[in-house]
């Protein structure tokens, strides 16, 4: 394992030579994954706004399940200091809702739900923006080309992901063993999370090459979880040495 780490790293190191561009997103706000004990999701959204602040990262969207805050009402707050750090949200339905096992219709109802709240947060500025759940756009095609229409008709523009490397599934692992005070364990998740990221980036990179044979802008997707705001400061500057600039979703 090692070995294939240390081939990726260097694959990764090699593509310093042509800088890239990345914009970082956050999905699930306001909550993703278990907390561990004394920790909150204020906490959590207060770490991750102070190191993009720190890494001065330009916007940076939050896309929002409004829903959640049915049975957390108080995780408003997470919503309030994203806008008050002057980053904005976008839309990534009410419920999360998987598209797949969904009527188009009952996934467009969702979808607009979830403005409601985004309107009353974004006011004037630009919140049409959507991510689907699990970026998953409908088995046939005759749903997805329907909310696609939904979508164009409504002024969303769709924030596709390139860059992706599964990070909401520390966030459990971790929040287990900092409660059970594990240092081993959660230095091996700190260790594994950053060669992870290492290599997913480094072959979503190469993939994108094939794909358009050139060099694209690219879309990091994260999650608003305990783990991720703890391990943000690395990842961002591993992100730095292999070569990339932070710029806007836009």
């Known amino acids: 394992m090692a070995g294939s780490i240390g081939v990726i790293l260097q694959f990764a190191a090699a593509l310093e030579a042509a800088p890239q561009e990345v914009a970082i997103t956050f999905d699930d706000l306001p909550s993703n994954g278990p907390l561990p004990s004394g920790t909150t999701r204020p906490d959590v959204a ?15 969207y939050g896309f929002i399940n409004a829903g959640k805050l049915e049975k957390n009402p ?35 109802e969702n979808v607009e739900k979830n403005a409601r709240t985004l309107k009353l947060l974004m ?60 240092e081993k364990a959660v230095a091996w998740l ?23 044979q050139r ?12 783990f991720d705001a703890l391990m943000l400061p690395r990842l961002l500057e591993q992100l730095k040495k292999q070569g990339f600039t932070f710029v806007t979703l836009e």
């Open 46 to 60: 207060r770490s991750i706004l102070a190191t993009l602040k720190e890494a001065k990262a330009p916007e940076v």
């Open 123 to 182: 006011g004037e500025k630009d919140w049409h923006w959507f991510r689907y759940p699990c970026l998953w756009e409908g088995e046939t095609l005759e749903k997805r080309h329907e909310v696609r229409a939904y979508l164009n008709a409504h002024d969303y523009r769709i924030a596709q992901v390139t860059l992706d490397f599964e990070d909401y599934a520390w966030n459990g692992a971790y929040a287990r063993c900092a409660d059970k005070k594990d």
């Open 215 to 226: 060099d694209v802008k690219h879309v990091l997707l994260l999650h608003i979880g305990a």
């Open 74 to 108: 108080e995780e408003i707050e997470v919503l309030r200091l994203w806008r008050e750090a002057g980053q904005p949200l976008g839309n990534h339905t009410y419920t999360h809702m998987n598209f797949n096992d969904n009527t188009a219709a009952a996934f467009e």
């Open 190 to 212: 700190k260790e594994s999370y950053l060669d992870t990221a290492a290599e997913y980036i480094a072959l979503d990179q190469k993939m994108a090459r094939q794909i358009f």
